[in-house]
């Protein structure tokens, strides 16, 4: 008989014990802090980047060193070669002659040539950087829409120097990744240009007399 009342009291206790800590566990529980649900993760994730459609991008205001605006539609009509680079591209500081001579020589027949300085981190870099330079071109300050103007006109932009030619009506005739080699370029332009391609002289064989 006292054998099993103590069995019944042991029982009684470690009952109570189980509820006393389930009780404590339930007063540790922080449920004044909402659990994270959706809506808030979808705050806490990096933003997207916005999208831009081709007219959008024709049409994205970037400063020139003057601090004057212009868009790519303010070129309407030309044909549009634009580049984008930067300082310390060294292939980059290598194509400006080119894209002097392309200019010079095909301003007339309705080329217009448009750098755009990219990844710059400062406005004065670039200003220093031209001042040592003879450009006959504008050049405009890119800021971080340059990607997206680069995707929109169907371009993935992947490294620098990097180029888009555009027609006279603003639709994209051609991108290129990389520095221009000037032959190349040469024919590109004419052609956008709709003037005739020089074709190259045939090589000169040598002849024997008998």
Known sequence: MKHTQATGLVIAIL??????????????????????????????????????????AMNVAL???????????DWHG??????FWATWCPPCRQEIPLLVKLQAKYAAQGLQV????????N?????????????NYPILMGD??????????????????YTVVLDRGGRVFKI????????EAEGLIRTALSLT??????????????
């Open 15 to 56: 009952m109570a014990a189980a509820a006393a800590g389930f009780g404590v566990y339930q007063w540790l529980l922080p449920s004044h802090t909402p659990p994270v649900t959706a809506t808030a993760a979808v705050t806490s994730a990096p933003e997207t980047i916005p999208t831009l459609s081709t007219g959008q």
């Open 63 to 73: 400063d020139d060193l003057n601090g004057n605006q212009h868009t790519l539609a």
């Open 78 to 83: 030309k044909v549009l070669l634009v580049n």
């Open 114 to 121: 448009v750098g755009i300085a990219t990844d710059e981190q």
């Open 123 to 135: 406005e004065k870099d670039v200003r220093t950087f031209m001042r040592q330079m003879v450009v």
């Open 144 to 161: 971080n829409r340059v990607p997206q103007i680069i995707s929109a006109l169907g371009g993935n932009f992947i490294g620098l120097p």
């Open 176 to 183: 290129h990744s990389g520095e221009l080699d000037p032959v």
């Open 197 to 210: 391609v020089p074709t190259p002289p045939a090589p000169v064989t040598a002849t024997h007399a008998n």
